[in-house]
C-alpha cells in the first residue's frame, strides 16, 4: 500500500542554518505530495504543496520539489529561524483525497 | 471561516469509560476525516465521511469506536469502554471535494489520556 518515510529526528540547527528533511514514497501512480507542520501545542497546518512530477512547492522560505524518479519530496529551507522549531510531517494524497503521513521529523533551531 | 473546531481539547478518563468527541469542519466542506496520532507517529487515518455517509473505516477502528455525522455537518467520534492504548490524540480534518486536491484543513485536536 501506500506510504511515505522520512528522515528521523530530531534535527538541530543553529539559527542561519541550511534545513534538509527528507521524504520518499511508496504509491501507485502520482499522488499529489504535500507538507504539513505542527507547531508546539497547535493543529497540523499545510505548509506546501506538489501535484505533479517537477513541481515545486513553496512556502514561508520552504521549497520541496516533487522527484518520481526518486520519488522523493525533500524539504528544504536556506536560513532558519528560531520560530521554525516544530515538527514536520510529509504526506502523499491517496485515495478518496485521504492523506497518508510520515511519523514526522521535529527540528529544533537554537539562537 | 472559523476553521475546524474540536471539543474538548483535553479528557482525561478512567479505563472503562466511555468518551465522546466532537467536530465541527468548515461550514461549506462535505468531508470529513478522523485521524489519531501517537507520540512520535504521524496521524492514522481512521473514518471519512461525505455529507452524512460514513465511507471508509480503518482497521484501526475496533468495535468500540464508533463516529456519526448525522446531518452532515459537524462529527462525534465515541469510544466505549476505553483502554490505556487509546490514549492518543484525535484529530479532525475537513475537506471540500470537487476541487483539485482540495487540502485537509486539520483542528487542534482532542488529546486524551486513559488512566
Known amino acids: 500500500g501506500d506510504s511515505v518515510t522520512q528522515m528521523e529526528g530530531p534535527v538541530t540547527l543553529s539559527e542561519e542554518a541550511f534545513l534538509t528533511i527528507n521524504c520518499t514514497y511508496t504509491?501507485?501512480?502520482?499522488?499529489?505530495l504535500f507538507w504539513y507542520v505542527q507547531y508546539p501545542g497547535e493543529g497540523l497546518q499545510l505548509l506546501l504543496k506538489?501535484?505533479?512530477?517537477?513541481d515545486k512547492g513553496s512556502n514561508k522560505g520552504f521549497e520541496a520539489t516533487y522527484r518520481k524518479e526518486t520519488t522523493s519530496f525533500h524539504l528544504e529551507k536556506g536560513s532558519v529561524q528560531v520560530s521554525d522549531s516544530a515538527v514536520y510531517f510529509c504526506?502523499?494524497?491517496?485515495?478518496?483525497?485521504?492523506?497518508?503521513f510520515g511519523a514526522g521529523t521535529r527540528l529544533a533551531v537554537h539562537p | 471561516d472559523t476553521g475546524v473546531s474540536q471539543n474538548p481539547r483535553h479528557k482525561i478518563t478512567k479505563r472503562g469509560q466511555n468518551v465522546t468527541f466532537r467536530c465541527d469542519p468548515i461550514?461549506?466542506?462535505?468531508?470529513l476525516y478522523w485521524y489519531r496520532q501517537t507520540l512520535g507517529q504521524g496521524p492514522e487515518f481512521l473514518t471519512y465521511?461525505?455529507?452524512?455517509?460514513?465511507?471508509?473505516k480503518s482497521r484501526l477502528l475496533s468495535d468500540r469506536f464508533s463516529a456519526e455525522r448525522p446531518k452532515g455537518s459537524f462529527s462525534t467520534l465515541e469510544i466505549q469502554r476505553t483502554e490505556q492504548g487509546d490514549s492518543a490524540m484525535y484529530l479532525c480534518?475537513?475537506?471540500?471535494?470537487?476541487?483539485?486536491?482540495?487540502?485537509?484543513?486539520f483542528g487542534n485536536g482532542t488529546r486524551l489520556t486513559v488512566t
Open positions: 480534518a475537513s475537506s471540500l471535494v470537487g476541487t483539485d486536491n482540495s487540502p485537509l484543513h
Open positions: 504509491a501507485t501512480g502520482y499522488p499529489s
Open positions: 506538489a501535484t505533479k512530477a517537477d
Open positions: 504526506a502523499l494524497l491517496g485515495g478518496y483525497n485521504k492523506l497518508i
Open positions: 461550514s461549506e466542506h462535505n468531508r
Open positions: 465521511f461525505q455529507n452524512e455517509a460514513q465511507l471508509e
